[in-house]
Structures are given as C-alpha cells and as structure tokens.
C-alpha cells in the first residue's frame, strides 16, 4: 500500500510537470508583518504598511486551493510566515485541496516557540509532505542580529535550528537550510560567513542569494561580483545532508552560481523565464503577479490581477489579457534577474539545462550518482 501511495504522488508529479496550463510552483506572501527591519528588504515598505486586516482569510485562501490542482511546490514567505497563527492550517489547504507536496517557509529564525507549534501542528497531518525550513543569515554573531534590528536574535536562530533537528528525528521530511543575502556590507565576508554557519548551525543546506528588486537602502545593491564568483568557486563539493531532497536542492543551487553571474553580466535571461506560466507569485492582500522583481525592473506595476475579483480562480485570473499581456513581455526575454525561485523552475523546465543539472559533474561525481557522507 505504501509503495502504491509512493507511486500516485510521483504520477501526479509527471503529469504537473506535463501539464502546461497552471503553475506548479507558488511563492506566496502570507503576510507582510515582519519584525526585522532589513535595509537589504526590497519588502520594507509594504511591510511598514502592513496590516493584518488585508491579509487573504484562511477561508480565502481554501476558496484558492480548490481552484489550483497540482500545485506541487510551495514557497511560503512575507513578511516573517510564522507570525501567521494560522500557518499550519495554510499549509494543510495546500496540501489537501492543492495537493502540493512540497514546502518551504523562509523565516527569520527569531520565533522558535511559533515554529515549534506550526511544525508540530502541521506534520502530523500531512505525512506525504516534504518541508523545507530556509533560515536567513547575513552575518556573523552580533552582526547579523544589528543588521536585522532585532536583538538576540542569534540566540533565537539556534534555538529554532535545535527545534527543527528534534522534529527531525521524527519527521525524516523535514529539513533546514540557511541563505545568505549577499549585498554591499557582507560581500568580502562570504566565506568566513559560511564557514561560521557550518560551524556553529548543523543545518542540512547553505545557499548565498544575491541582493534583489528595491532594496530599502539602494546603496546596499552595489555589489562587485567578483566575490561572488570566488565563493562560488570554493564550495562546489558533494554536500553532507542525510536527506538525499537536500543534496539535490543543493545541488541545483550551485548549479545556478555561474547562471546568476552571467546573467547579471550579460544583462539578460540566459534561460529561457517561465515566470507567470510555471510559477506564480501571490502576495498577502491577493494580488497575483509572475515574479517578485519585475515590478522593479518596469518601475511600474505588473500585476496580473487580484484574485478577489475572479472568484479566487487562479486558473480564471491567469486566463485574462492583463495576465497573457505580462507572459508574454517575460517570454520575450526583455527582462532578467537572479530571482532564486524563477530560475529553478525555468531550469526544471528548460530539458536541456536539466540534462545538463542531472550530468553535470561534481568533484567526479554525477548529480544523478551523488552518495552521502
């Protein structure tokens, strides 16, 4: 019985992976609430407006879930999620009416007691579900904690990671991961970054994300990718994650390093975006538009619509003019970004840069071959 559930949820994933007509990965802002105050955030001023009344119900966002079969990722986001009492049961929606598979909630870290609750709320319910918890860290010790303005909260990242590798031990499907915004301060600091989070966080991932859209302080954007380039260099080796989704995820990332360099360098896509077709972002109040950053690229709004005014079908909103209108400009190529999300799918569904993931090398390893250590 085990293996036959095993073998519905891979045909269900082959036939989102074939099916064209609806996105299979959502990035969605529950909230806009935060209490870190970032200058790298190009999130800053929605979240200074933010206000709890304008966030999707959980009601809304059950109306949502049965309009959107096959939605096999999940990315949950803000804001900071876990400020959301209602988090768990957003997920289960997903997973029920969406059948979505796969979670992951980027956090600050600074709510442990919140994630603990969520984690042990949600897991129970949902045993074909793999989470992802993506910690971010921008710094070492203290200075991390000045730089998101809230005081601790190292401390409290520790205690969130201890969380999550008890949970661990009874959930296999859990796992954790770090991301580190690489902007102006923190750029000649990346490897001692890194080796301080492998030393001090057993986590199952690392990843270095490039400052993007309209950052609360602009200066912060004036990076020099040559020290981009030099970590990326230094860290392309098998991954010591027990959970093999892990070290794949792992992978794929290191796989994306170059892409981002050359496609800042080259300015423009260098594969193909599927953005507002196989991805799809919603943001806390409804709104619905095909990448985090394109709004920063026209300087103008490109929304696609607000899902409150088509009957919470996401299927009838990605259906207008308004929305073919901005997939079609993305398919164009006329814009570019390292948008983290939008280049995993666009690889995914690019067959020839997945053969490529899947062969590509590392330290004379195959991906498809890859063994833990």
Known sequence: MKKLHSMAKYLRMAKAYLCRDLPTHMVFFVTARCNAQCGHCFYRLKIKQAAPAEELSLNEIGM??????????????GGE?????DLGMIMRHFYTNAKTRFFTISTNGSLPEAVDKVLREILPLTPEAFYRISISFDDIGERHDQRRMIPGLTEKVGKTVAIVNRLKTEYPQLTSSMV????RDNQADLKAILAYLR???PVDDWG???IRGNPYEPAKKNVDLRYYREFQETIDEPHRSSSWISRQIAKVIRYEYPLKIRILEEKKQIVPCVAGRRMIVLRENGDVDACETLDSFLGISSSMGNVKEHG????ALLSSDKARSVRDFIRQGTCYCTYECALHCSVFYNPSELLK??????RGRSLCRTTSR
């Not at 993931?357 to 590392?362: A, S």
């Open 81 to 85: 999620p876990f400020l959301r009492e």
């Open 312 to 315: 919470y079908s996401l299927k």
């Open 208 to 210: 270095v994300g490039l």
């Open 64 to 77: 949502i879930t049965r309009e959107l079969p096959g939605l096999v990722q999940m990315s949950l986001t």
């Open 199 to 201: 030393s001090t966080f």
């Open 357 to 362: 993931l899947l062969f590509r090398r590392t």
């Open 180 to 183: 580190t915004t690489m902007d």
